[in-house]
């Protein structure tokens, strides 16, 4: 009996690496059967080039998913319109998506596919992966990339093909208007509540900095572990603070609802700033605390159909609802990179990335995404004088009668300028900007001005 | 500490402790009489969320009839998985068998993540309002899942003094005399399987219209599930009661004055507790393969 099952083990073993490995090989032998297949021209049109443009997202996110139908549509209306005209060039656009399921290996392992697989050279939209990483296997490859990151590691000197271009380093200025609107209507103290994780950490102390900047003393930070489903222990905790300011912004829209409905069954009164909140979980929030409770709050406005003029702009959301039907806003702050790269082929008229790294290491002005102008600026206080880390234009709500509406915009001046105060690094910048000049907003005025700085 | 704040702390500990309960006597259930390692226990809890979510909100039916949906569709939903997988896996051995309950914990939660999205879903407040008592504030929603997870417990404790209870105790102790005893085994292992489940079911509908439902909520309770059988030890209601309430009030507590340590906490209090009494507070140890 023993001999009999050790047999069936080895051959369904056998089975199992034939079925795993045989349509790899005959995938190879497709692959190595194309090139000597003679080209075929069309018959009335020169062959285009393909432009390859790879992204790594992360699929187990709504934000990755949401991504991925961008990276889509992007393709999709570009090819539609005739190809990317770039120089004297038209190149037909493979926006090609993989998934980075929130596991390292498997993200490396992508990423390392795009480009020795499919011979990306350009990378953009990462987001949901170690920004490290992704950033290391850009180093050693040359190939440029660009995406979101949180953590100063991702924004250092030693990455000379990484650009930042969703991140929240230079976004203190969106929370400085924030709390200091909320100061002025009372509010004295803060704090934050955030999931326990490195970048929760750091992000915590960014807010705090940006909260005590705006004038309100910060009584201290409240972490949870993020698979946390019960709330009504952190709300009970913010209660006993005596805190009448609470920033939600790193705890993520669903959790922003339930911490905010448990605020209300303990009675919690103040300000709050939720989380950037979609459509669906806004629906919930109203539902679970009522509109009156609401009335008055403040958070950021991803609705680009809110924040945008600009006609290029709107007609890609036409296109968005048009291919998908009902507009999700959630991929469009993150879709940021796309624009910064086609900008930058576009100026340059060219795809290749070491030309497309100096223009963007020394870039002067801000790029329209569908969220407004974000622009890159060097990070000094990291040693890093390439212009590598985004300001990203934001826009405010205020819930007024159960509805969130589009109140004010953030602009890059505000965030950069304020964020440096906020972070005590006046100094430090302003040894950079006697060396390298400083840098000018020429997309958008803002709020907070040079002469703010030194108050 | 203030009566407000004490109040508060408690009735979340309490509501949180009745979950446990529930789910921990599923779970206690289904390891004694059965044997299985149940690790999809907790994904009937959340599955039973997800049902009451469909029911209420979808369907437009009053909440009463979806606990009622969610109680016997969990029973079902454990009747064929044990039909239809424990049953056949029993004869290769306890790790096959929790092998196959992980597999079908998976399956569960990806069926769920394909039918309702990422987004959690939201069950309208059962009482939607507020009590408030000069400084205190309580959600009456919360003491109504007190409440009902009290009842549960108390109909499972006479169902379990019933002739097929009795049988089902019997199984626990001995399968080989109970059988002798003239008790069929497998009648018993499914409608173990069917309250063990059916009472995660009522779990997840008694507490989605306050945690709403969520694809985490299953692995979240399942964990302090185990610490709740494990400071209350197997083979004992009034234990398994005793000691989700405490755990629940103890994490409540722990939360005030130690912040996100306070799962720390709880599991040194459980490692200290199993050291000095290994068979938990008023039962048995776990049992493990072979005994």
């Keep these: 009996m023993g001999k009999i099952s050790w047999k069936i083990f080895i051959i369904v073993i ?19 059967a194309a090139p000597s297949q003679p080209a075929q021209p069309a018959p009335t049109a020169q062959p285009q080039k393909v432009l390859k443009v790879g992204c790594i997202s992360g699929f187990s996110t709504k934000e990755g998913l949401e991504l991925k139908k961008w990276n889509d549509l992007i393709a999709k209306v570009i090819n539609a319109r005739g190809g990317l005209k770039i120089g004297n060039e038209t190149y037909k656009l493979d926006f090609i998506t993989y998934d980075a399921t929130a596991d390292t290996a498997k993200a490396r392992a ?15 939209n990462c987001f ?37 271009t969703t991140g929240i380093f230079f976004g203190r200025g969106f929370h400085y208007l924030l709390f200091k609107d909320y100061a002025t209507r009372g509010g004295t103290t803060g704090a934050v509540i955030n999931p326990e994780s490195q970048s929760g950490h750091i992000y915590a102390g960014q807010i705090m900095q940006a909260m005590q900047l705006a004038g309100l003393k910060t009584l201290g930070e409240v972490f949870y572990p993020a698979d946390t489903v019960d709330f009504a222990p952190i709300a009970t905790k913010v209660k006993t603070m005596g805190v009448d300011v609470v920033d939600l912004a790193g705890a993520g829209g669903d959790q922003a609802v339930q911490i905010i409905s448990n605020l209300k069954d303990v009675g919690w009164k103040g300000f709050f700033s939720p989380s950037s909140l979609n459509t669906n979980q806004f629906t919930n929030l109203v539902q679970k605390v009522g509109k009156e409770y609401l009335e008055g709050t403040e958070q950021l406005y991803f609705d680009p159909r809110g924040i945008q003029k600009d006609p290029v702009m709107l007609k890609w959301l036409d296109e968005y609802t048009k291919e998908y039907g009902e507009f999700v806003e959630t991929g469009a702050f993150w879709c940021s990179g796309w624009w910064f790269l086609q900008d930058a082929m576009q100026k340059t008229g060219s795809t290749d990335p070491e030309v497309l790294k100096k223009y963007l290491d020394d870039s002067k002005e801000g ?17 890093n004088y390439r212009k590598t880390d985004v300001a990203p234009g934001h826009g405010i709500g205020m819930i007024k009668d159960g509805k969130l509406t589009y109140w004010k915009q953030v602009t890059v001046q505000d965030q950069y300028l304020v964020s440096i105060k906020a972070y005590h690094l006046i100094d430090t910048y302003q040894k950079y900007w006697d060396q390298y000049g400083k840098p000018t907003f020429p997309a958008e005025k803002g709020t907070f001005t040079w002469e703010d700085l030194t108050k | 500490m203030d009566l ?16 446990y309960c529930l789910v921990a006597s599923g779970f206690t259930l289904i390891l004694g009489v059965i044997q299985v390692f149940n ?13 009451t979510f469909g029911v209420v909100v979808s369907m437009g039916l009053p ?55 990422y987004n959690e879903q939201v069950v309208p407040a059962v009482i939607p309002r507020t009590l408030e008592y000069g400084e205190i504030t309580l959600n009456p929603g919360k003491l109504l899942v007190i409440a009902g997870a009290i009842i549960v417990m108390v109909a499972l404790y006479y169902f379990m003094k019933t002739k097929t209870g009795t049988a089902m105790t019997a199984a626990a102790e001995n399968r080989d005399v109970a059988g ?3 008790i069929n085994a497998k009648r018993i292992f499914w409608v173990t399987m069917a309250v063990g489940s059916g009472l995660c079911g009522v779990a997840g509908a008694l507490i989605v219209p306050i945690l709403s439902a969520t694809t985490v909520m299953g692995s979240n309770i399942f964990i302090r599930a185990m610490l709740v059988v494990l400071v209350g030890g197997t083979g004992s209601m009034a234990g398994a009661l005793l000691a989700a309430f405490l755990v629940g009030i103890l994490e409540s507590f722990a939360f005030q004055y130690v912040g996100q340590l306070s799962i720390l906490a709880i599991f040194v209090f459980v490692a200290i507790l199993v050291f000095f009494r290994p068979g938990g507070l008023m039962g048995k140890p776990l049992p493990m393969p072979g005994q």
């Excluded at chain 1, 790029?367 to 600026?377: A, C, I, K, N, R």
């Excluded at chain 2, 907790?42 to 049902?51: C, E, I, K, S, V």
């Excluded at chain 2, 029973?75 to 998985?81: K, S, T």
């Excluded at chain 2, 029993?90 to 039918?115: D, K, R, W, Y």
């Design chain 1, 128 to 164: 949901g992966a170690d920004e490290v990483q992704i950033a290391s296997i850009c180093e050693e490859n040359k190939v440029l990339g660009m995406g979101s990151g949180f953590i100063d590691e991702g924004a250092k000197p030693n990455f000379h093909y990484w650009y930042r």
């Design chain 2, 4 to 19: 407000a704040l004490f109040l508060q702390l408690l009735v979340n500990g309490l509501m949180s402790g009745g979950m």
């Design chain 1, 367 to 383: 790029v329209m995404t569908l969220d407004g102008y974000s622009q890159l600026f060097a990070r000094p206080d990291l040693g």
């Design chain 2, 63 to 117: 909440y009463p009839v979806a606990v009622l949906v969610a109680l016997v569709s969990m029973a079902i939903l454990g009747i064929l998985f044990h039909l239809g997988v424990i049953q056949w896996t029993m004869p290769h051995g306890f790790f096959h068998m929790m092998l196959v309950t992980i597999a079908f914990g998976t399956i569960i939660t990806q069926t769920s993540l394909l039918t309702f999205g």
């Design chain 2, 180 to 182: 002798l005893q003239g």
């Design chain 2, 39 to 51: 690790m999809a226990q907790g994904h009937f809890y959340m599955l039973g969320a997800y049902l």
């Design chain 1, 14 to 32: 056998v089975i199992t690496m034939l079925v795993a490995v045989l349509p790899t090989l005959m995938a190879c032998k497709a692959k190595e």
């Design chain 1, 110 to 124: 992508a990423q390392e596919r795009l480009i020795f697989e499919d011979g990306v050279k350009l990378i953009t």
